[in-house]
């Protein structure tokens, strides 16, 4: 395995997909079926959301930083586009077609990015230049963030059927007040 930072930044990268095959996989819809918070997503819709940046988020910044800098700044990125082009389409396939973009990003990121390139610039349309290495970071803690997300959904999807138990698990204790559970 590649050492450095980019070594360690797609040893996280490479793992989510078989995360999320263990997570949900072949799972009922009664686990699966329940945002994380009100007016959050569904697991589905979280998996939706991660192939819509494998197909025009991560690959496409780093490609704009490398060929434009910070002349022509990053598309804007749709986060919901799963909602409509998703609809009725399995979980189970939806999890797969990740994986399967997610391989192939990243061998495009090992074929693009070398450390040199790591403090390169782009610009981002709301929050300025940003480096490469901030972007592939953030990719990183990006899946990290949303495999959380799909476990407050997984968890809530129980959240009655705890009972009084439900004082102990801070899963279901953020999801009805964030500021209920001390980091």
């Known amino acids: 395995m590649e050492t450095g930072f980019i070594g ?3 040893a996280v990268l490479t793992r989510t997909p078989e995360v999320l095959r263990a ?19 569904r697991p589905r819709e979280v998996v939706g959301h991660l192939i819509t940046g494998e197909e025009t988020d991560w690959i496409a910044r780093t490609r704009r930083i490398l060929e434009q800098g910070t002349s022509v700044p990053f ?4 986060r919901v586009a799963m909602l409509d082009r998703d609809a ?6 939806l999890v797969e ?8 990003n990243l061998a495009a990121l090992s ?15 709301s929050l300025g230049e940003v480096t490469l290495r901030e972007l592939l970071a953030t990719w990183a803690v990006h899946d990290l963030d949303h495999i959380g997300q799909i476990y407050a959904g ?7 059927e705890v009972g009084p138990w439900k004082t102990y698990l ?14």
């Open 8 to 10: 360690e930044t797609t």
């Open 23 to 41: 997570l949900l996989v072949g799972l009922p819809d009664a686990w699966t079926d329940t945002p994380d918070a009100t007016d959050g997503w």
């Open 75 to 78: 598309d804007r990125f749709n």
């Open 88 to 93: 009725g389409v399995p979980l189970d396939d």
């Open 97 to 104: 077609r990740f994986a399967v973009l997610r391989a192939e």
């Open 111 to 125: 074929d693009l990015v070398s450390g040199a390139d790591l403090d390169r610039r782009g610009l981002h349309p």
């Open 154 to 160: 997984l968890a809530g999807s129980h959240d009655a």
């Open 170 to 183: 801070g899963i279901l204790l953020r999801r009805d007040d964030p500021s209920a559970v001390a980091g």
